[in-house]
């Protein structure tokens, strides 16, 4: 019998990927699937990037970087967390990786040894409790509820440290929930973590999605003692509708980032160059080419849930970020059961809550049209009737 390293032998795909995959063969196979399962803005990628990208291989940009990512885009990243965030991070701060989900990992894989303990909540994002075990850490799953606005509460965080805790993962706008913390959640969560010396992995990628007049905060803009403690991470494919470029960025105290960098030389090297020179681009955009798509988003979000009041038995929590509405549907089944049968029956594409950590949901995203929106509601809304 094969055997594998024993902190691989026990991972979990991606059910994020898995569905998002099936709905792309269904729709192959000339199925009418009204796709609620994406991750990804549905927009194309602006074509000023594009052509940035084309100029960089018609100008041969087209061999290794440094492993970090090259000089231009971390100046950008520099500039872009200083503006944007009030961070004051130096270039040499940044490694520039193949997605932010890339960032996280190596954040994870270099601060996590075996044993040590991270926290973060349920729901979680899929891939949390993954990479924790992939470090040979120990994931503390947090359960939270309507009664916190599904956040970590700093009672709760108290209760769920221990000696061997290491890490806190915050996901602020989170997904799949898309519920957002405050600064003043975020400052009670930090001066914990700094009176335990935790570190924290702020996952930022829905940073640029926030619809309710809700200031985004970073939580290592909140003190000098929380900005030693934290990788900030972003990237670029949420907020440019630049999923498949595989451009994420993390930044953070220097000693933790000059292991991700040696961690990195060793593994990926560095990201494509040619998204590189794209991201650049992307990075000095104006602040119209989010803002249009931001727009686009807030009114598909208004849209759903005005579609979604209207069903009897589903109950969603109301997400101020992101693109994704987390249903319970604990009234008529079982998430997954709930996720199969509308995919069998009408076509209709979600992810169960299970991945999330919260077997009893299902989780909807409004990265689709309008006119798919309604198409989808209106399915589900006969299906429930039958
Ligand atoms: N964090 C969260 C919460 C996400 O939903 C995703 C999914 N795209 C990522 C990180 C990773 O993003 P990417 O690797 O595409 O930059
Ligand atoms: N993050 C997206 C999602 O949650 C994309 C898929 C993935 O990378 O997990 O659906």
Partial sequence: ???????????????????????KELQAQGH?????????????????????????????????TPSIGIQELRE??????????GLVYKPNQIVVSCGAKHSLFNGIQVLVDDGDEVIFQAPY??????????????????????????????SLLKKHITPKTKVLIINSPSNPTGVMYTPEELSGLADICVAHKIYVISDEIYEKLVYDNIGFC????????????????????????????????????MEIMEYIKKYQDHSTSNPTSISQAASVAALSASHETIEAMRNVFKSRRDLILQYLDQIPHIHYIRPQGAFYVFCDVSQIGDGTVVAKRMLDDIKVAVIPGDGFGMPSYI???FATSE????????????????
């Fill in 125 to 154: 994002w899929v891939s949390y409790p993954e990479m924790v075990k992939a470090a040979g850490g120990r994931p503390v799953i947090v359960q939270t509820d309507v009664s916190t606005g599904f956040k970590i509460t700093t």
């Fill in 32 to 64: 009418d699937v009204v796709n609620f399962a994406a991750g990804e803005p549905d927009f194309d990628t602006p074509d000023f990037i594009k052509q940035a990208a084309i100029k960089s291989i018609q100008n041969g940009f087209t061999k290794y």
């Fill in 218 to 253: 970073s939580i290592a803009s909140l003190g000098k003692e929380i900005f030693d403690l934290t990788i900030t991470v972003n990237g670029v494919s949420k907020a440019y509708a630049m999923t498949g470029w595989r451009i994420g960025y993390a930044a953070g105290p």
């Fill in 1 to 23: 019998m094969l055997k594998v390293n024993r902190r691989i032998k026990d991972l979990v795909g991606s059910s994020t990927l898995a569905i998002t995959a099936r709905v």
């Fill in 76 to 85: 950008a990243i520099a500039s872009k967390f200083q503006k944007d965030n």
């Fill in 363 to 365: 989780r909807l995203s």
């Fill in 371 to 386: 006119a798919k929106i309604k198409e989808g509601i209106s399915r589900i809304t006969k299906w429930m009737k039958n």
